[in-house]
T-cell receptor, first 114, second 111 residues
Framework: DTEVTQTPKHLVMGMTNKKSLKCEQH?????MYWYKQKAKKPPELMFV???????INESVPSRFSPECPNSSLLNLHLHALQPEDSALYLC?????????????FGPGTRLTVL | GEDVEQSLFLSVREGDSSVINCTYT??????LYWYKQEPGAGLQLLTY?????DMKQDQRLTVLLNKKDKHLSLRIADTQTGDSAIYFC???????????FGSGTRLSIRP
């Protein structure tokens, strides 16, 4: 099973809402990532979790709050977002952060903030 | 600095070969990747090559690496309509966290 799954596929939320994005993998990978991708742009790294601990936060605003409850799950909690946060949010995983040959990406959650 | 550049668009006739080119500036990268992104979808790892290799072939895909010129190419033989997508070239390092993407090349197939 070489699959990263993400839910929901689409999400529309208002600026006062609280919502969460979910990501799951069962490949035994110990590094998981959140990326943000704007239209017609490459993905930009947001957060890295290594062995369930936050390893990298790329100066992401606090309205985005990641959580890694166990080695298979990664959440991204959203609160008080802005319209410019509308984007495709991609989750990825790799064997671990130090062994970076292959990184598997999920299909993404397309987020629209009204 | 670290930069990866690709042309934005490529149009190819169905059945012909497609060649997507990429140049990069950082010779310390460990891997070079090609990802495919179909409309509305996530990134699919197509293939990758170690930076000490010159060529890799995988079915219809051929990757060529010219380290001297820091040039990477992806050739897709017998291009089909299902190959329509954006193709991202990327540099990878020993730390999986660090990956530098190009801006992507949109491949369109004409009949």
């Amino acid at each position: 099973d070489t699959e990263v799954t993400q839910t929901p596929k689409h999400l529309v939320m208002g600026m006062t809402n609280k919502k969460s994005l979910k990501c799951e993998q069962h490949m035994g990978h110990r590094a998981m990532y959140w990326y943000k991708q704007k239209a017609k742009k490459p993905p930009e790294l947001m957060f890295v979790y290594s062995y369930e601990k936050l390893s990298i936060n790329e100066s992401v605003p606090s309205r985005f709050s990641p959580e890694c409850p166990n080695s298979s799950l990664l959440n991204l909690h959203l609160h008080a977002l802005q319209p410019e946060d509308s984007a495709l949010y991609l989750c990825a995983s790799s064997q671990d952060e130090a062994k970076g040959v292959v990184k598997y990406f999920g299909p993404g959650t397309r987020l629209t903030v009204l | 600095g670290e930069d990866v550049e690709q042309s934005l668009f490529l149009s190819v006739r169905e059945g012909d070969s497609s060649v997507i080119n990429c140049t990069y500036t950082d010779s310390s990268s460990t891997y070079l990747y090609w990802y495919k992104q179909e409309p509305g979808a996530g990134l699919q790892l197509l293939t990758y090559i170690f930076s000490n290799m010159d060529m890799k072939q995988d079915q219809r895909l051929t990757v060529l690496l010219n380290k001297k010129d820091k040039h990477l190419s992806l050739r897709i033989a017998d291009t089909q309509t299902g190959d329509s997508a954006i193709y991202f070239c990327a540099e990878g390092y020993s730390s999986a966290s660090k990956i530098i993407f190009g801006s992507g090349t949109r491949l369109s197939i004409r009949p």
